[in-house]
Structures are given as C-alpha cells and as structure tokens.
C-alpha cells in the first residue's frame, strides 16, 4: 500500500518570503499522480497543483511550484511570495495511475502560518 | 466554489443513531468519493461509485454504507453513532479518466454526542 508523509506538523513564513512544504511517499508503482491541495480555515479542500509522474519537469502554478524526485520519492511544494491568505493546512497527496485506482492517499498536513 | 454540494453542513446527534449525508457531484461527473477527516486518523478514504456502481472500498466501518442514484448523486449512511464517529465528511467527484482532478464540496460536519 502507498504511504504518503508528510514530516513538518507546521510552519511559519513572513509575508513575501519562500517557504518549502516537505513531502515523501512510499510506492512500488512507477505510475502515479501526486497533489498538493489546501484546506484554509473554511475547511474546503482546494487543488493547489499536480505533477504526473512521468514528466520530468516540474509544476508550476503562479506563485506555486513543486520540486518533483522520483528516484528519492519526494514531492515539495514552494510557495513564493508568501501572503496572508496562503494560511491553511497543506496536504500531500498520491494516487495511483492504475486502471480504476482513484482513490487519493493523503499525508498528515503541514499547517503554514504566515507572519505579517 | 467546486461545483459539489453536500447537506447538511453540520449534523449534531447522539451515540447510536443513524444519520443520512448527502452529495451532489459537478455536472458530468459521474464517480463520486467519500472521505473521513477526522483529527486522529486525518483523511482518509472511505469508498468510490461510478455511475451506480461501487468501484473501491477503503477503510469503511461495516456501520457506514452508501450509494450512488440514477441521478449520480450520492448518500453516506451512518448507523449505530459512536462518539469516533465525530469528523468532517467529505464528497468529491470527478470524471473517470486516466488523468483526472477530484473536485471536493464543503463537507459535512458529524458531532456525535
């Protein structure tokens, strides 16, 4: 079974600075989608960015971009120019290419406090 | 907004009862997703329809059931409450493809008493 961990309960950042979310699974597929979504306060579960796992390029999203290594199964979200409103739990997630496996496995979360 | 809906927002009940979640997917979407937020276990999935069909099962307690209309709109049942029971439940849909988002409603918040 894929596991997904993400090991920084929390984090801080001052408003405009870069800020690294860490991430790493665990799985023996060579396929596979990997996410990052965002829960603010409000609870919604919000797609931040995706990377699939046989492109060797990077994502990017605006101030959003991951650092994708597959040979050391780590996944890390960068979030540049930090603003106040980028406070949420941030939560890794995986999910198999597989035929019929749609099911996303989350990591723990990483809660970002952004200082002003 | 993502397009699914979920009632009712909050749900209060006491141990042992039984309570309904409701999902509405996005327009087109035709697999449907619950998942359990709860602060011990995080999220976790709990089970995937497709068109009427169940198409995964994950950690499901056998107390929890669910199923998916001929209108693609699906119902999270929850019997014999325990106070474990207490999360956040969430719905997401997507259209079945090999490279496909999964769009998340607001949830619904469970407090077992």
């Known amino acids: 079974a894929q596991t997904v961990t993400q090991s920084q309960p929390e984090m801080s950042v001052q408003e405009a600075e870069t800020v690294t979310l860490s991430c790493t699974y665990d799985?023996?597929?060579?396929?596979?989608?990997l996410f990052w979504y965002k829960q603010p306060p409000s609870r919604q579960m919000i797609l931040v960015i995706r990377?699939?796992?046989?492109?060797?390029q990077n994502a990017t999203e605006n101030r959003f971009s991951v650092n994708f290594q597959k040979a050391a199964k780590s996944f890390s979200l960068k979030i540049s120019d930090s603003q106040l409103g980028d406070a949420a739990m941030y939560f890794c997630?995986?999910?198999?290419?597989?035929?019929?496996?749609?099911?996303?496995?989350f990591g723990q979360g990483t809660r970002l406090t952004i200082n002003p | 907004d993502s397009g699914v809906t979920q009632t009712p927002k909050h749900l209060i009940t006491a141990t042992g009862q039984r309570v309904t979640l409701r999902c509405s997917p996005r327009?087109?979407?035709?697999?449907v997703y619950w998942y359990q937020q709860s602060l011990d276990q995080g999220l976790q999935f709990l089970i995937q329809?497709?068109?009427?069909?169940?198409?995964a099962k994950g950690n499901i307690l056998e107390r929890f059931s669910a199923q998916q209309f001929p209108d693609l709109h699906s119902e999270l049942n929850l019997s014999s409450l325990e106070l474990g029971d207490s999360a956040l439940y969430f719905c997401?849909?997507?259209?079945?493809?090999?490279?496909?988002?999964?769009?998340f409603g607001p949830g619904t918040r469970l407090t077992v008493l």
């Open positions: 997401a849909s997507s259209v079945l493809a090999s490279y496909n988002e999964q769009f």
């Open positions: 997630a995986y999910r198999s290419a597989a035929q019929g496996a749609q099911k996303l496995v």
């Open positions: 799985t023996s597929e060579s396929d596979y989608y």
């Open positions: 329809y497709y068109n009427g069909e169940e198409r």
């Open positions: 327009s087109g979407d035709l697999s």
């Open positions: 990377q699939e796992a046989y492109k060797q």
